[in-house]
């Protein structure tokens, strides 16, 4: 399959541009002249790289696509900076940014569109979210996925594309931000200090991100479009989550619990329901919760100890 992937620099863009090399695919990837390619920089050889901007069409991004002619486009990028993300302006860039893709695709002869949705448009309060759960975003970011959803459904159809909307639940494995929640507590336990935390009963959703690279992948191959959830279907409390992490670094003492209030507004729990991905394409991830955790734990040595 010749395929076109933006964002493949980023945490799960990477895993997926990986997996696909290995699929056999022919890989092109859009990447900006000042990207930082360090999760794929070995595995650049085995990419076509496209330079240009998605948010700056007229750096030549668009014209190279009628020679491609991608019989698929993977388009991950998006703006995700850990505790900005969620409430920042530049998600309706990303918004706007992403239809004249779609439609210059549809023109280059694209049939299948992969743009990944989130758990952020779901209403929360609703516990397990299925597909047909109802949709009620309380952020910027969910309702800009959830915005750019409608307007591509409704569109699809008639370019002649399939779209598929994996919406992703909580992805943690290696080459994450180093701010966010598992890569947090690993990077302080190693260094010696502590992780000041919540009551942590909080319930989440949390795949390795190897296998929501999988999952995503599963999905293109079947016969689903529209939403699909790509989570593990278990709920794990984050305290769990967290004393785990403090168990495989021999420092429980360093997970500090109840230390901190709840945030206001945070949902108490979190789920996919994952029934639709699983009857339509018999995945099952590679990771448990235990061996995710110490595959990420080894990989922060590693990267730690290089950097």
């Known amino acids: 399959m010749r395929v076109l992937i933006t964002g493949a620099t980023g945490f799960i863009g990477s895993q997926l541009a990986r997996l696909l090399v290995q699929e056999g695919c ?17 595995l650049l050889p085995a990419l076509q790289v496209v330079e240009g901007d998605l948010l700056n069409p007229e750096k030549a991004w668009s014209e190279p696509l009628d020679a491609i002619r991608p019989e698929a486009c ?30 210059r695709l549809a023109e280059a002869g694209c049939r299948k569109l992969v743009v990944p949705g989130s758990f952020s448009e779901y ?13 009620r975003p309380n952020t910027i970011y969910g309702s800009a996925k959830s915005a750019l959803y409608q307007g591509l459904a409704l569109w699809a159809p008639s370019a002649g594309i399939d779209l598929l909307w994996p919406r992703l639940f909580s992805v943690y494995g290696p080459g994450e931000h180093e701010k966010r929640f598992v890569p947090a507590v690993i990077t302080a336990a190693l260094r010696g200090e502590a992780t000041r935390l919540t009551p942590g009963e909080q319930l989440r959703d949390y795949l390795h991100v190897a296998d929501v690279a999988g999952a995503v992948w599963a999905a293109v191959q079947s016969d689903l ?4 959830n790509i989570g593990s279907g278990q709920p794990v409390a984050i305290r769990e989550l967290a004393t785990r992490i403090g168990a495989i670094l021999g420092r429980p003492d360093l997970i500090r619990l109840g230390d901190l209030p709840y945030r ?11 029934q639709l991905l699983r009857n339509a394409t018999g995945w099952k991830p590679r990771f448990d919760l235990e061996a995710g955790l110490r595959d990420t734990v080894n990989w922060w040595r590693e990267h730690l100890e290089r950097r």
């Not at 209403?123 to 949709?135: K, R, T």
């Not at 479009?225 to 699909?228: D, K, L, M, Q, R």
């Not at 206001?264 to 994952?274: Q, S």
């Open 26 to 42: 022919e890989v092109y990837a859009l990447l900006r002249p000042e990207s930082d390619p360090w999760r794929i920089r070995d």
């Open 74 to 103: 993977f388009h991950f990028a998006w703006y995700t900076e850990p505790g900005v993300f969620l409430q920042s302006a530049l998600n309706l860039q990303y918004l706007v940014a992403s239809v004249p893709l779609a439609m």
């Open 123 to 135: 209403d929360q309060s609703l516990g397990y979210l299925a597909e047909d759960s109802a949709i």
């Open 225 to 228: 479009t529209g939403p699909v």
């Open 264 to 274: 206001e507004g945070d949902p108490m729990f979190v789920c996919a329901n994952t």
